[in-house]
C-alpha cells in the first residue's frame, strides 16, 4: 500500500465505503422485509380470530359500511334487537334506491322507514369515516356498534377513530369464511384478501402522520325521508 499512488488509494477507498454502504442497506432491507412478514402473519391471525359477539353491549346507534349481504343482515339484526337506537347504512351506490336496499336486507319495513339512514357520498373506507363523523355529529351520538368485515375491521376502527373521537365504538366483526384455524396460508383467494388489506392497513397508518379533514363534497347523509 505504501507504493500505492493517491488515485489508487481513493479509488480503494470509495470502493470500501460503498461496500459497507451496500452491507448496510442489504441488511436494512432484510430488516424491513422480516419485519413485513411477520406483521402480516400476526394481523392475517388476528383478523382472522376476530368473530362477532354474542351479546354486543347496546349502543345510542350502528354504522354498517357497505361491502356484502353478511353486513347488511348483521346491521338489520342488531337494530331489530333493539342494539342501536338508529343505523347508518354507508357507502351504499348512488343508483340503489331506499325501497331496492330495503327489500334486499329485509326485516320490518316500518322500522327501516323510521330509523335507517342511508350515506351514498362515500367511496372508500376514509370516507365512510367522514360520513358517519357528519351523522354523528348531527345526532350527537356517544356510542357506536361498527359492522364490516372482520379482515376490514382493524383499518375500519383506525379511521373512524380518528374522525369520531368522541365516540365510544364498539366492533362487530362480520365472519364470511371461518380461517382461525390458519387455513387462509393454503386458501390463494382468503391470502390475496388479507395481502391486500394488510398493505391498505399498514398504508392507513402511514396517513396518520398526515391530518385528516373532511374532503368530500358530495352528496350528504340522506335522511330517513330521502326520496326512494
Same mark, same amino acid.
Given at each position: 500500500m505504501?507504493?500505492?499512488?493517491p ?9 470500501g465505503r ?7 442497506g442489504?441488511i ?6 422480516t ?6 402473519g400476526w ?13 354486543p353491549?347496546k ?6 359500511l357497505?361491502?356484502?349481504q353478511s353486513r347488511?343482515?348483521?346491521?338489520m339484526?342488531?337494530?331489530?334487537s ?5 343505523? #347508518?347504512i354507508?357507502g351504499?351506490?348512488?343508483?340503489a =334506491?331506499? *325501497?331496492q ?5 329485509? &326485516?320490518d319495513?316500518? +322500522?327501516?322507514a323510521c330509523c335507517?339512514d342511508i350515506d351514498r357520498a362515500? #367511496?372508500d ?6 360520513? =358517519?363523523? *357528519?351523522w354523528?355529529g348531527?345526532?350527537?351520538? &356517544?356510542s357506536i356498534? +361498527?359492522v364490516?368485515n372482520?379482515?376490514?375491521m382493524?383499518?375500519s376502527?383506525l379511521?373512524?377513530g380518528r374522525?369520531?373521537?368522541g365516540?365510544?365504538?364498539e366492533p362487530?366483526p362480520?365472519v364470511?369464511?371461518?380461517?382461525d384455524?390458519?387455513?387462509w ?5 382468503a391470502l ?11 398504508a392507513a397508518?402511514?396517513?396518520g ?6 374532503q368530500?363534497?358530495?352528496?350528504s347523509?340522506?335522511?330517513a325521508s330521502?326520496?326512494?
Amino acid at each position: 500500500m505504501a507504493g500505492m499512488a493517491p488515485a489508487s488509494r481513493i479509488e480503494t477507498r470509495t470502493r470500501g465505503r460503498a461496500r459497507r454502504v451496500l452491507r448496510v442497506g442489504a441488511i436494512l432491507a432484510l430488516a424491513v422485509a422480516t419485519c413485513f412478514v411477520a406483521g402480516f402473519g400476526w394481523f392475517s391471525s388476528h383478523v382472522s380470530r376476530l368473530t362477532a359477539p354474542m351479546n354486543p353491549p347496546k349502543a345510542d346507534a350502528i354504522i354498517v359500511l357497505t361491502g356484502g349481504q353478511s353486513r347488511l343482515d348483521a346491521a338489520m339484526s342488531l337494530l331489530e334487537s333493539g342494539k342501536g337506537q338508529r343505523l #347508518l347504512i354507508s357507502g351504499v351506490h348512488p343508483a340503489a =334506491s331506499r *325501497k331496492q336496499l330495503q327489500l334486499a336486507m329485509g &326485516g320490518d319495513s316500518k +322500522l327501516f322507514a323510521c330509523c335507517v339512514d342511508i350515506d351514498r357520498a362515500a #367511496l372508500d373506507t376514509i370516507g365512510n369515516a367522514e360520513e =358517519s363523523a *357528519k351523522w354523528v355529529g348531527e345526532h350527537a351520538y &356517544g356510542s357506536i356498534i +361498527l359492522v364490516t368485515n372482520n379482515y376490514h375491521m382493524p383499518r375500519s376502527l383506525l379511521e373512524m377513530g380518528r374522525l369520531l373521537r368522541g365516540a365510544r365504538l364498539e366492533p362487530y366483526p362480520v365472519v364470511n369464511s371461518k380461517l382461525d384455524d390458519g387455513s387462509w396460508l393454503v386458501k390463494p383467494q382468503a391470502l390475496r384478501v388479507l395481502f391486500t388489506e394488510y398493505n391498505k392497513y399498514l398504508a392507513a397508518l402511514a396517513r396518520g402522520v398526515v391530518p385528516v379533514r373532511l374532503q368530500h363534497a358530495g352528496m350528504s347523509v340522506a335522511d330517513a325521508s330521502a326520496k326512494e
